[in-house]
């Protein structure tokens, strides 16, 4: 299996996996952030979290339509910009003292379609590099994207204070994170280094 794993790593478009991991990262962050009971009363919680589920519709659906006309690591990036543009929105949004159930659950909602519109792209490029180890790369993936959520969750909650500052600069980073990890493939396709597969 390691073997497997060093010939998918290197591939440009398995950077796409750990794109889509790291939108999903930026969801999580987003999630632990909520969870703060001064933050979100829990009546506002239960019926807002179905915007996530919505918007991750929503995203599937737009890559359904679009996705056939648009190449994977263009898939990707957009996924990426929307991600970013959300978490800077929401980081505009909480930073001028509006923090409401809203204002937590209204971003989730963007974040799940970004996700949707990046992860079946980043996936099945990530398979597509070396066609026999696509278990390989869909398991590397999937671990990325847990691990990664898990890691920013647990940095959240060591600098949680109970204000909305730490979720911030957590959801800040990850969108960073999400846009340069997102915007590699297609760099590397456009400027013709992308390594062989295999």
């Known amino acids: 299996m ?3 794993a060093k010939l998918q ?3 440009g478009a398995f950077l796409q996996a750990t794109a889509a991991g ?6 999580e962050a987003i999630v632990a952030a909520k969870e703060h009971p001064n933050l979100t009363p829990s ?3 239960n019926k807002s979290t179905g915007l996530w589920e919505v918007g991750f519709f929503a995203g599937n659906l737009i890559s359904t339509r679009i996705g056939n006309r648009i190449s994977t690591e263009a898939m990707v990036l957009i996924g990426s910009v929307l991600s ?3 978490v800077v929105g929401q980081a505009l949004l909480l930073s001028s003292g509006w923090v409401t159930p809203l204002a937590f659950f209204l971003p989730g909602f963007f974040i799940t379609i970004a996700q949707g519109i990046a992860m079946p792209y980043g996936q099945v490029g990530a398979m597509a590099e070396v066609p026999r180890f696509a278990g390989t790369a869909a398991g590397i993936g999937v ?3 847990n691990l990664c959520a898990a890691v920013f969750s647990q940095l959240y909650g060591f600098f949680a204070d109970g204000s909305p500052r730490p979720m911030i600069m957590i959801a800040m980073l990850c969108g960073c994170l999400t846009l ?6 297609l760099l590397q396709k456009r400027l013709g280094t992308v390594p ?3």
């Open 180 to 185: 340069i990890v997102g915007a590699i493939p």
């Open 22 to 27: 790291e939108a999903a990262l930026v969801s």
């Open 43 to 45: 009546a506002s919680r």
């Open 84 to 86: 970013i543009t959300t």
């Open 2 to 4: 390691v073997g497997n």
């Open 196 to 198: 062989p597969p295999g």
């Open 143 to 145: 671990f990325m994207q």
């Open 9 to 11: 790593l290197p591939a």
